[in-house]
């Protein structure tokens, strides 16, 4: 089948990620549509082979005819700051939680084959037991990871009700090339790349000890084209897309290099770590750039 007819749709699309993957997704030939109102997302980085549709995905008339016909809908869109979730709950559930149902009506509506759900670790919180696995009872400690998880939820509900074919995909620290140094992803990578190329020393919360399996933006890109053309998800399966490798804060500062300065802690997870046991079976997954050659890769970039 010629995959130029087949349409699919990044909700989204001019974000960190969401861009990677309308990026994909144009290089494997597919009809791709961008929906995105630009509030974080940048319209240059867009692909130009990519159908831009300036949309909020809260105006559900509006994103109805773009979704149509979709084989595959990919949601990434999101206000992904926890601080912001915090200072800002009204708007962040707005956001995170009416915005994906709008988007899982007009894709049942729709008649999409896949909806591939952007999750996040955030839903597990704070755990004893460590690497962190999708049995584990979620445990948000902020009210981002609570919508985040509250969407996971959505997409099991849509399969069950409505037949909608479901998966959520939870990221763990995702960062390279375009991440936004004053965006939610990789917050800590973004912000020494910034201080380090400012001639500034990185700064540290608390003593660095913290760890978090930083995973590539390119590993999560295939993530979900591997997830919307497995047969063996779709039931509103949760699966963890993580390196399996934890790297703490000191050792990425190590990486980055320079002077650091400790600052405060911060009301944070101590630790996270994937175990993506799950994601090798279901999505024939397997994550390939370390953060070593994923940090040189950005060094470079950065000029730094």
Same mark, same amino acid.
């Given at each position: 089948?010629?995959?130029?007819?087949?349409?699919?749709?990044?909700?989204? !699309?001019?974000? *960190?990620?969401?861009?990677?993957?309308?990026?994909?997704?144009?290089?494997?030939?597919?009809?791709?549509?961008?929906?995105?109102?630009?509030?974080? !997302?940048?319209?240059?980085?867009?692909?130009?082979?990519?159908?831009?549709?300036?949309?909020?995905?809260?105006?559900?008339? @509006?994103?109805?005819?773009?979704?149509?016909?979709?084989?595959?809908?990919?949601?990434?869109?999101?206000?992904?700051?926890?601080?912001?979730?915090?200072?800002?709950?009204?708007?962040?559930?707005?956001?995170?939680v009416n !915005?994906?149902?709008?988007?899982?009506?007009?894709s049942?509506? @729709?008649?999409? &084959? &896949?909806?591939?759900?952007?999750?996040?670790?955030?839903a =597990?919180?704070?755990?004893?037991?460590?690497?962190?696995?999708?049995?584990?009872?979620?445990?948000?400690?902020?009210?981002? !990871?609570?919508?985040?998880?509250?969407?996971?939820? =959505?997409?099991?509900? +849509?399969?069950?009700? =409505?037949?909608?074919?479901?998966?959520?995909?939870?990221?763990?620290?995702? =960062? $390279?090339?375009?991440?936004?140094?004053? $965006?939610?992803?990789?917050?800590?990578?973004?912000?020494?790349?910034?201080?380090?190329?400012?001639?500034?020393?990185?700064?540290?919360?608390?003593?660095?000890?913290?760890?978090?399996? *930083?995973?590539?933006?390119s590993?999560?890109?295939?993530?979900?084209?591997?997830?919307?053309?497995?047969? &063996?998800?779709?039931?509103?399966e949760?699966?963890?897309?993580?390196?399996?490798?934890? &790297?703490?804060?000191?050792?990425?500062?190590?990486?980055?290099?320079?002077?650091?300065?400790?600052?405060?802690?911060r009301f944070?997870?101590?630790?996270?770590?994937?175990?993506?046991?799950?994601?090798?079976?279901?999505? @024939? +997954?397997?994550?390939?750039?370390?953060?070593?050659?994923?940090?040189?890769?950005?060094?470079?970039? +950065?000029?730094?």
């Open positions: 089948m010629n995959k130029k007819s087949r349409k699919v749709v990044v909700v989204g !699309g001019a974000g *960190f990620i969401g861009s990677h993957l309308t990026d994909a997704l144009v290089e494997e030939g597919y009809d791709v549509h961008v929906i995105d109102n630009l509030s974080a !997302g940048k319209k240059e980085h867009v692909n130009k082979k990519a159908k831009l549709h300036v949309k909020d995905m809260r105006n559900l008339e @509006g994103i109805k005819p773009i979704i149509k016909g979709a084989e595959y809908v990919f949601h990434l869109a999101a206000l992904p700051r926890v601080p912001r979730s915090i200072d800002f709950p009204m708007e962040s559930h707005d956001v995170n !915005g994906i149902v709008n988007v899982l009506i007009a049942k509506e @729709g008649g999409v &084959k &896949k909806f591939v759900y952007s999750a996040s670790s955030s =597990y919180g704070d755990q004893k037991i460590i690497p962190l696995h999708e049995e584990m009872l979620a445990n948000p400690m902020s009210p981002y !990871g609570l919508y985040k998880f509250v969407g996971e939820l =959505y997409c099991r509900v +849509w399969n069950i009700v =409505y037949g909608l074919p479901t998966v959520s995909l939870r990221y763990f620290s995702v =960062y $390279g090339p375009r991440l936004d140094p004053e $965006g939610a992803y990789a917050l800590v990578i973004g912000k020494f790349l910034k201080q380090k190329k400012e001639g500034k020393p990185l700064t540290i919360t608390g003593d660095g000890k913290q760890t978090r399996d *930083f995973t590539h933006v590993d999560i890109v295939r993530a979900n084209i591997l997830a919307a053309k497995s047969k &063996k998800v779709g039931k509103g949760v699966v963890n897309v993580g390196a399996g490798k934890n &790297k703490s804060i000191k050792e990425v500062a190590k990486l980055i290099g320079g002077k650091v300065l400790h600052v405060p802690p944070e997870p101590k630790h996270t770590k994937a175990d993506n046991r799950k994601s090798k079976k279901m999505l @024939g +997954w397997t994550p390939k750039v370390s953060i070593e050659k994923g940090i040189a890769e950005l060094r470079k970039i +950065w000029g730094v």
